[in-house]
């Protein structure tokens, strides 16, 4: 998937911004033309870009229910920890999670450290060393789930009568994550995120949906409302159980995006596609068609202008748009939704006539609903545009093959680019096999029979 270079605020944090990779898990990495072909038909469209920290986390893993957050905090400095308290330290882990913001993202100065304690004043035996199992068997923790792999305890409630937030209004909330070890894994001072636009993990919405403004809680999380089987490389283990501690800030209504200005359009946009691609890379292709979706339909909104809505489609928004279709596209071929995905296809090329990954998966579902004459001109541009690329020759070799019944009295190749300049059409000539005639193996064995007839007659006659 294609990722962007962070604009606005965004700048003033280190993001982590791999996407899944243009080619199946299983592709063999020695065979680049597997893998190109692999890129042009199914796989998310990537920019060059090297991760933060250690490894190769590319995108971060979530489980059972919705994701976790996404986008990395700050690089975390190599020095001595500080523990909360003296019994024991919180040990931190080489990536922290990631977050979406929706609102102003607040300077580098003004971020916590990854040592600092988010709540000093609430260090108890639970939060320090009780064991998780303890804390899940515990009378006094108040079940968020009928299930009780979701529990909440209140360390301090909110004002008399404050209210709780409702589905699809934004929340900020103060929180940090740690694994049974006390290993941190999460951690924000000012966490935004919508409820019910999977932006966060499941755990921190129905949590967040619960809690009352001010309210101070702990939350423990079993893996399937957080990340599940996968993890989440390379701090969180596969079915590992959260436990965090939560402040909620701030309740409001989610921003209109009519009168949000374009960067803020492009950054919220950008954050939902970043979404789609998590959960592309954990094959959970529903999930990041829906977060495709979202981003779409914020970067496709309109300004009000005199009660009168015009669209806003400038070149930096047309970009943006190209990607977030392409990856949904991807997103739509690993469903099987062919219609759909030669629909969206179609969208990117109405945006960018010249995008060759769209004009080839056009091509293939066009040769697979057997409408050949349309599909042999566009994958002839792709391979002009790309004349390389040899999935594109491949697919085009196949589209001969159907397009003559499955008889093998053709075969495809490409004319030279020196010869043809412009031209790289490629072009069909006769196959190499001669048309069937009569053997010489059968002449010789018809002048042998000939042959042993004659002598025959002779001897007969000669007894006669």
């Known amino acids: 998937m294609e990722t962007e270079p962070c604009t606005g605020e965004q700048e003033k944090r280190v ?116 064991s998780f199992e303890e804390l899940f068997l515990s009378e006094d923790w108040e079940d968020i789930t009928d299930d009780r792999l979701l529990r909440k305890k209140v ?23 740690v694994l049974e070890d006390r290993s941190v894994v999460e951690k924000d001072r000012k966490l935004v995120f919508v409820i019910g636009e999977g932006d966060v993990n499941q755990a921190l919405e129905e949590c967040a949906i619960a809690m009352q403004q001010d309210e101070i809680t702990l939350l423990l999380a079993d893996s399937q409302y957080t990340y599940g089987l996968l993890g989440r490389e390379p701090d969180i283990p596969a079915w590992a159980p959260l436990l965090y501690q939560l402040q909620l800030l701030n309740i409001r209504e989610k921003p209109d995006l009519l009168i949000l200005p374009i960067s803020d359009r492009i950054r919220i946009g950008n954050q939902k596609r970043e979404r789609g691609n998590f959960h592309f890379q954990r094959e959970e292709y529903s999930m990041a068609a829906r977060a495709y979706w979202m981003a779409l339909d914020v970067l496709t909104t309109r300004t009000k202008d ?30 099987e939704q062919y219609d759909d995905a030669l629909h969206t296809s179609r969208d990117v090329l109405s945006l960018d006539p010249q995008n060759v990954k769209a004009l080839f998966r056009t091509g293939k579902l066009l040769s697979d609903k057997s409408e050949y004459g349309e599909a042999m001109e566009i994958l002839k541009k792709a391979l002009k545009l790309e004349p390389s690329t040899k999935a594109i020759h491949v697919e085009l070799s196949k589209l001969v093959k159907r397009k003559s019944g ?57 007894r006669n």
């Open 155 to 177: 360390l301090a409630p909110g004002p008399q009568k404050a209210e709780h937030p409702a589905w699809g209004q934004e929340v900020t909330v103060k929180m940090q994550g």
């Open 306 to 335: 005199g009660g009168s809505a015009v669209l806003v489609e400038g070149e930096e928004v047309q970009d943006y748009r190209v990607k977030c279709l392409n990856n949904l596209a991807a997103a739509q071929l690993k469903l």
């Open 15 to 130: 993001v982590e911004t791999n996407e899944p990779e243009l080619k199946e898990a299983y592709t063999n990495p020695g065979d680049k033309d597997s893998q190109k072909e692999k890129e042009l038909s199914h796989g998310p469209q990537q920019e060059d870009t090297e991760p933060h920290g250690e490894g190769d986390p590319r995108i971060e893993c979530q489980g059972g229910g919705n994701a976790g957050t996404t986008l990395n905090t700050l690089p975390i400095p190599e020095k001595t920890e500080t523990p909360c308290v003296e019994e024991r330290k919180l040990k931190k882990t080489p990536s922290f999670a990631k977050t979406v913001r929706f609102s102003e993202i607040e300077s580098v100065e003004d971020r916590e450290s990854s040592e600092e304690c988010l709540f000093p004043d609430h260090e108890m035996v639970q939060w320090i060393s009780s």
């Open 406 to 462: 499955g008889k093998n009295t053709q075969k495809w190749q490409a004319k030279p680019a020196q010869l043809l300049g412009d031209n790289i059409a490629p072009f069909l000539t006769p196959s190499n096999k001669k048309p069937p005639g009569i053997s010489w193996k059968f002449l010789l064995g018809a002048l042998v029979v000939a042959l042993g007839s004659l002598v025959t007659s002779v001897v007969l006659t000669a």
